[in-house]
């Protein structure tokens, strides 16, 4: 039983995975929205010697740069990645996001339901609320700290595109983006912001699964609906919703400190996930970390919803095995 939670959790995932992919591609892209970047348009001052007219120029003069490019919404935002990189970009990273799935949710679905049946009442078939969320707990960080690397590839091909081309990685695929991470960076960049990997898996994981368990069984309870479709996606679309509001703020610190870029020689922009969230709200406003929110939502319902209703539905072809 304990493999067969992994199979029927790794195929349910890699589907919810693979079909939400452009919306968690904007997600991340909206969450970069702000940082100091190298601006490629930025207008540097005229030496007098090269300018048109040098009198109308003065020595000293001192040149403003043009204000930073407006935040857009989740729409807008996928639509620019459309016109400007092409419809291909939206699946940037895909194959990073298979890999990640396979390792981090495969890991997490197989030990919750593990957890779970060890930890269910016999007579009343139920576990309580508690105990399902520490079972998200465990199975949530265990994953995520096999699946860090994945992840950390998987946001650096999303968020390649929004830089200029010199600073572009240009990685062919996760393999790609793995295997230059640990000869450029070293290997112990594959596990950059795991601490914030695992708190944010703890947190998505614990009240995913936890609401997903917990609303279904107050449904079936109450005789509100039976168990079905129906349930399958009120039950998903709730539990998406209550995941999304508990971890974007880690979201958000997660994707900056796994995107930026650190060269030899030089100060990493972040020193770590404290650093990233000061830094952040300082510059930001504290509603910073509620960034990406509404791509957040749109895309934690939907993979919510196709995840538990493929894994209903996978378990009900696998039942007999």
Same mark, same amino acid.
């Given at each position: ?24 591609? *904007?997600?991340?892209?909206?969450? #970069?929205?702000?940082?100091? #970047? ?18 109308? *120029? ?67 078939? +139920?576990?309580?609320? #508690? ?56 290997? /112990? ?19 995913? %699964? ?9 449904? %079936?309870? +109450? ?20 995941? /999304? ?13 796994? +995107? ?7 100060? /990493? ?7 990233? /969230? ?10 910073? %970390? ?6 957040? *939502? ?6 919510? !919803?196709? #995840?538990? !209703? ?12």
């Amino acid at each position: 039983m304990g493999v067969k939670g992994f199979v029927e959790g790794g195929i349910a995932s890699i589907v919810a995975g693979c079909s939400t992919h452009p919306l968690d591609l *904007i997600k991340v892209r909206m969450q #970069l929205q702000g940082e100091n #970047l190298p601006n490629p348009q930025q207008v540097h001052s005229l030496r007098p010697a090269y300018a048109f007219n040098s009198a109308a *120029i003065p020595h000293n003069s001192v040149h403003i740069p043009p204000p930073p490019l407006p935040r857009v919404g989740p729409i807008s935002a996928g639509v620019r990645i459309f016109q400007s990189e092409g419809v291909a970009a939206l699946f940037s990273g895909v194959s990073a996001t298979v890999l990640r799935q396979t390792l981090y949710s495969t890991t997490r679905m197989g030990l919750y339901d593990i957890l779970k049946q060890k930890w269910t009442n016999p007579e009343t078939g +139920n576990m309580p609320l #508690l105990s399902k969320i520490t079972a998200g707990l465990i199975a949530g960080g265990i994953g995520a700290a096999v699946g860090n690397p994945a992840d950390v590839a998987m946001v650096r091909m999303q968020a390649d595109g929004r830089l200029p081309s010199s600073q572009r990685r240009n990685y062919n695929s996760v393999i790609d983006a793995i295997t230059r991470m640990s000869k450029q960076e070293g290997v /112990a960049s594959l596990w950059r912001g795991s601490s914030l990997t695992v708190n944010r898996a703890m947190i998505v994981t614990a009240s995913q %699964l936890a609401s997903y368990d917990q609303i279904k069984e107050m449904i %079936l309870e +109450n005789g509100m609906m039976k168990d079905g479709l129906g349930t399958h996606v009120t039950a998903s679309f709730a539990a998406g919703f209550v995941a /999304a509001v508990a971890s974007n703020p880690v979201d958000v610190i997660k994707t900056r400190v796994m +995107n930026m870029k650190v060269e030899p020689g030089k100060v /990493a922009p972040y020193s770590g996930a404290i650093d990233c /969230a000061m830094k952040t709200v300082k510059a930001e406003g504290i509603m910073a %970390l509620y960034k990406g929110f509404i791509p957040t *939502i749109s895309r934690q319902g939907p993979f919510t !919803v196709v #995840l538990f !209703v493929t894994l209903e539905q996978v378990r009900e072809l696998l039942k007999d095995f």
